[in-house]
């Protein structure tokens, strides 16, 4: 079946620096990823549309310049936080639109 | 306004039990439906998903939902649960690529 690789799994930063987070799809090409943001105990909050070979889509509220997200290839999209701050720890999860949605492992973000 | 609605935060049985979890859209037509489960720390599993067709779908893990039309509902059901089963419950709804998210079901098992 269709997986989707995402990493880090979790991964501790300090505030003002950036983080990169990838999500590749390794048996199919995905030419759409999309990104979620989860807060503890919460449902999924789509963030972003990213498409390959043309500019992301953000949902009303997604801070563009802090969410950076490049679909650079037809398997590889990335979420970069810019200029981490504590309030954006959360669980960030990738999804490509195929075979009912096939969800990236998470990854978990903490900024200190 | 579109949305999808999980009555119940959390649900507890024992093991052994049969479990019900509901699940209300309100879209203007049919839209895609799924269930997924997430344990704690992963990423979401796909359990179900019902497109078109017979109305009683079968998932992974022995887990089944129906399409109520009617009821606009696509509750999961399982006939007997297992402890392994404990994990948060998540019903979706896709209309036109617009992927929607209920809030979640947190199911706990008894021994």
């Known amino acids: 079946g269709a997986v989707v690789s995402q990493h880090p799994s979790w991964v501790i930063c300090k505030s003002g620096t950036s983080v990169k987070i990838e999500c590749r799809s390794l048996?199919?090409?995905?030419?759409?990823m999309f990104w979620y943001r989860q807060f503890p105990k919460q449902s999924l909050m789509l963030m972003a549309t990213?498409?390959?070979?043309?500019?992301?889509?953000?949902e009303q509220g997604v801070e563009k310049d802090k969410f950076l997200i490049n679909h650079a290839s037809l398997t590889l999209s990335t979420l970069t936080v810019t200029s981490a701050h504590p309030e954006d720890s959360s669980f960030y999860i990738c999804s490509a639109p195929t075979h009912g949605y096939t969800f990236g492992s998470g990854t978990r973000l903490t900024v200190v | 306004a579109q949305s999808v609605t999980q009555p119940d935060i959390h649900i507890t049985v024992s093991e052994g039990a049969s479990l019900e979890l509901r699940c209300n859209y309100s879209y203007g037509a049919t839209p895609y439906l799924f269930w997924y489960v997430q344990s704690p720390g992963q990423g979401l599993q796909l359990l179900l998903k019902y497109f078109s067709g017979d109305t009683l779908v079968q998932g992974i893990k022995g887990f089944e939902a129906e399409f109520k039309r009617s009821q606009s509902s696509f509750n999961l059901r399982k006939p007997s649960v297992h402890w392994s089963d404990a994990a948060e419950y998540f019903c979706?709804?896709?209309?036109?690529?617009?992927?929607?998210f209920g809030a979640g079901t947190r199911l706990t098992v008894k021994p």
């Open positions: 048996d199919f090409q995905a030419t759409t």
């Open positions: 990213s498409n390959e070979g043309s500019k992301a889509t953000y």
């Open positions: 979706a709804v896709n209309n036109n690529n617009d992927m929607r």
